[in-house]
T-cell receptor
Framework: GAVVSQHPSWVICKSGTSVKIECRSL??????MFWYRQFPKQSLMLMAT?????????EQGVEKDKFLINHASLTLSTLTVTSAHPEDSSFYIC???????????FGPGTRLTVL | SQQGEEDPQALSIQEGENATMNCSYK?????LQWYRQNSGRGLVHLIL?????REKHSGRLRVTLDTSKKSSSLLITASRAADTASYFC???????????FGQGTRLTINP
C-alpha cells in the first residue's frame, strides 16, 4: 500500500478567506493524486485529478478557480479553497494512485468549517 | 455522476453474525473495490476484485462479482464491534483511473 497524510486535519476559517490543504505521499512517488469532497452521511464525490507537473483535471460542476490544485512534486499536492463560504464546509479527502495503478490509498481527510 | 448504488443504506446486527452488503453499478468496469470508513476518518482499502474474477477472500471478508448483473456483494463473517463503519464500493470505468463511489452502507455491530 501507500501511506498518505493530510494537513491540517481540521480547520475553521471565516467566510471569504482562503484555506490550503496539503496531501503528501510519504513512502513513494505519486504521479497521480485525487481530491474528493464528502458531505455528512454522504459518499465521496471526486473533485479533480491531480497529475504531477500538469494542470489538474476537474470534474463537471467543480469550479477550477475556486478550488485551486497544485501538484508541484511527486509527493505533494495541495488544494486551496479560495474565498471560502459556509457551503464549502465539508470533509476533503485526497488519495494517491498506487504503483500498480488500480488501487487508491486515501489520506485521513481534512474537515473544513467555514463560519 | 454517481455510479454505484448500495443496499442496504444501514445495517445493524449482533456481534458474531454475518453482514452482507450489496453494490450495483451501471457501466463496464476493470475492477471493483471495497473500502471502509470509520466515522470522520479516511478510507481504508479492503479488497479489489477484477472484472474477470467472480469471488475473492481476504480474512473474514468475501467479495463476489457478477458482471452480467453489474453487482457485487461484500460479506463480513463473524462480525466484531470494531467492524462498525461505513462501507463503500467503488468502480473504475474502463480506461479511466478515477473511481466512482457508491452511496455506502452504514454498518453497526451491537455487542
Amino acid at each position: 500500500g501507500a501511506v498518505v497524510s493530510q494537513h491540517p486535519s481540521w480547520v475553521i476559517c471565516k467566510s471569504g478567506t482562503s484555506v490550503k490543504i496539503e496531501c503528501r505521499s510519504l513512502d513513494f512517488q505519486a504521479t497521480t493524486m485525487f481530491w474528493y469532497r464528502q458531505f455528512p452521511k454522504q459518499s465521496l464525490m471526486l473533485m479533480a485529478t491531480s497529475n504531477e507537473g500538469s494542470k489538474a483535471t476537474y470534474e463537471q460542476g467543480v469550479e477550477k478557480d475556486k478550488f485551486l490544485i497544485n501538484h508541484a512534486s511527486l509527493t505533494l499536492s495541495t488544494l486551496t479553497v479560495t474565498s471560502a463560504h459556509p457551503e464549502d464546509s465539508s470533509f476533503y479527502i485526497c488519495s494517491v494512485l498506487g504503483r500498480v495503478g488500480d488501487t487508491q490509498y486515501f489520506g485521513p481527510g481534512t474537515r473544513l468549517t467555514v463560519l | 455522476s454517481q455510479q454505484g448504488e448500495e443496499d442496504p443504506q444501514a445495517l445493524s446486527i449482533q456481534e458474531g453474525e454475518n453482514a452482507t452488503m450489496n453494490c450495483s453499478y451501471k457501466t463496464s468496469i476493470n475492477n471493483l473495490q471495497w473500502y471502509r470508513q470509520n466515522s470522520g476518518r479516511g478510507l481504508v482499502h479492503l479488497i479489489l476484485i477484477r472484472s474477470n474474477e467472480r469471488e475473492k477472500h481476504s480474512g473474514r471478508l468475501r467479495v463476489t462479482l457478477d458482471t452480467s448483473k453489474k453487482s457485487s456483494s461484500l460479506l463480513i463473517t463473524a462480525s466484531r464491534a470494531a467492524d462498525t463503519a461505513s462501507y463503500f464500493c467503488a468502480t473504475d470505468a474502463r480506461g479511466a483511473q478515477k473511481l466512482v463511489f457508491g452511496q455506502g452502507t452504514r454498518l453497526t455491530i451491537n455487542p
